[in-house]
């Protein structure tokens, strides 16, 4: 009942709501999990008034403003004020926060899926697309037109009665069975850790990882300076180097048992959701007139169907299969040699170990030997430095802008010598109320020509008492690859919020981010960031060459593990609701021949894999867009290649086309308008080694 009171109060209290705030530096102190419930309320309860009086206006004055923005207003305020509390939930999740986010999740679900179920809307919208008033929209209003209609034909809204409600409830039971797998995810890993106390069991682990787990012992209170212990956990940063680096074959062992065992054991297991959030999409997707819910996902992605993504999963499988077998049986060749014992299968906590030996060994080249180059501030410092010149933009940083947690930092992007485009914060080391992974959000999209404010988090290598962060290389690609993302926000540059920035197809999404990452492997751009932390010098020659060389070892490895994910993620979504199979034999059968062979087998992913299963939709039937975006990135790429990559024409046109241009035009055609052209795969295959 809080929220009445609320509104009964007068506008001087009502400055004081702290998620309902649309300023460019939110109050993040005043968010407190108490304050969830009545701001929710009262945002929802507003939107509910905006949404009658749209249904309820004249049909016969029906304009552009009235329906399409009135309704787009109507929800933005929900959108931003859940946004701040999903992105808490994500960055500071508690006990408090956790609670009242599923109190209020089935409500805010349940008001999405309302506006598309709304049959007195949707004959408003619809009777607006049929009036004489569309002949006015400019070409942008009528992409957003028809974009609103797809919206609500693919939400239901042309079910009979008894359907609407029951995709309502679907809805609403999907919203909470992610939620409840995601939290297994983040309560699993944390439940685990695994404590040493004598140092010689650490042979082989780099000393960046030794010095991070000391210290994290000691924060847990575990061991003394004088008598050290050493924290592990299944966090990247701590898991990654132990898997790639520990001699001791045992503990590898079991740090792998720990890590693949999460979603599987109870009360973390993820099973059971699994099944029903699958069986829900299912009938979702029925119940919308589709085959399966790929088909219903993809229509209005560049894949258009399930069956043509799958079939891009399949080409690409057919094309490297050969590379792939071999590199394994190299793999196998190579630790019976260096074990003087007969060539036998792999066991899947030696992988990374004897590929990283191997990989040493052929390239001469020590990942461990760049990071003295990658600092983490010199890295912000070069990335800033580099998109300024593409995209003639310049970023500086706030230091007495209020964020989330002490660590995270706070930026303003600005025109070169000009106006104010957004802000951002980034939030950059692991903590254990945080989620793991690297990803962008946008917190605030501004109208045309207003500022938009959007934030970037990661889990990267902490600094250390005597260190900066020194990060990985693929660390490195990880800052640029969430950088792309925000300035495909920042930059955003069309008259309609709803299409704006991020807001595309998403096998085109990872197409700004992942072309940032090409910047970590030019010499004439890694000159200007990648700096020994200490002599201030340039990655050496040598080094360099070796790490180009490096690049492409077990490529095909590579390629075939993001292959399988995506090929389990389709099938699931396509064929698994017609077998007789249990889950764990049909992703095998599914997986026959793309995954490597081990001695020990290990369980499937399809436990821990949160792109697919912590959202309702997030990346279902959709992983394969990593790799459609990659045959994108590499493309585009080339013109850059060609041009000059530091060339700020290119830059200036990319921005143009594609980064400012958001969903204003079919994602094709924005490539095209870029490119001049389709788009092909072999750059993509030039660029992974496997042409
Ligand atoms: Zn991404």
Known sequence: MLYRVILNEPPTILMQYSYIDNSLEPKWHAMTPAKVKPEIMHVLQKAQQKLKKIENQDKNCLTYESTLLALESATEEVENAWGKVSHLDSVCNSAELREVYNEMLPLVSEFFTKIFLNANLWSIIKCFSESSAVKKLSKVQERFLNEVLADFKESGAELDETSKKRLEAIEAELAQLTQKYSENLLDATNAWELIIDDEKELKGLPESAKEAAKEDALRKNQGTLEAPKWRFTLHAPSLHPVMQYLDNDLIREKVWRANSSIGHVDPYDNTQLINQILKLRQEKASLLGYENFADLTLKRRMAKTGDNALNFIKDLHQRIKKSFQDEIKNLEQYKAEKTKKPIDRLEPWELAYWAEKQ??????????????????????????????????????????????????????????????????????????????????????????????????????????????????????????????????????????????????????????????ENWCWERESLDLFARHYETDATIPEDLFKKMLAARTYLSAMDTMRQLSIAKMDLELHINYKNSAKTLDDFIDEALNN??????????????????????????????????????????????????????????????????????????????????????????????????
């Open 359 to 516: 990989r040493k060994e052929l390239f001469h080249f020590d990942e461990e030997e760049l990071r003295p180059y990658f600092s983490i501030d010199r890295i912000l410092n070069g990335m800033f430095q580099i998109t300024g010149r593409l995209f003639n933009i310049e970023i500086k940083e706030l230091n007495n802008v209020e964020t989330w947690h002490k660590e995270v930092k706070y930026y303003r992007v600005y025109e070169k010598n000009g106006r104010l485009l957004g802000a951002f914060y980034a939030d950059w080391y692991p903590r254990e109320s945080k989620r793991g992974g690297a990803w962008m959000n946008h917190l605030l999209t501004g109208a045309q020509g207003e500022a938009h404010l959007g934030l970037i988090c990661g889990n990267m290598t902490r600094p250390t008492q005597q260190k900066p962060a020194l990060l990985t290389h693929r660390e490195v690609e990880t800052l640029f690859h969430e950088f792309g993302h925000l300035l495909h926000h920042i930059l955003g540059d069309i008259e309609v919020k709803s299409l704006h920035g991020t807001k595309v197809a998403w096998d085109f999404v990872e197409l700004p981010s992942q072309i940032l």
């Open 594 to 691: 793309y995954t490597p062979e081990y001695k020990t087998k290990p369980p499937s992913l399809v436990r821990r894999l949160g792109h697919v299963f912590a959202d309702p939709t997030g990346y279902a039937a959709g992983y394969y867009s990593y790799k459609w975006a990659e045959v994108l990135d590499a493309d585009a790429f080339t013109r850059f290649k060609k041009e000059g990559i530091l060339n700020a024409e290119v830059g200036i046109d990319f921005r143009n086309k594609i980064l400012s241009k958001g969903n204003s035009s079919p994602a094709e055609k924005l490539f095209r308008e870029f490119m001049g052209r389709e788009p092909n795969i072999d750059a993509l295959l030039k660029r992974s080694g496997l042409f």
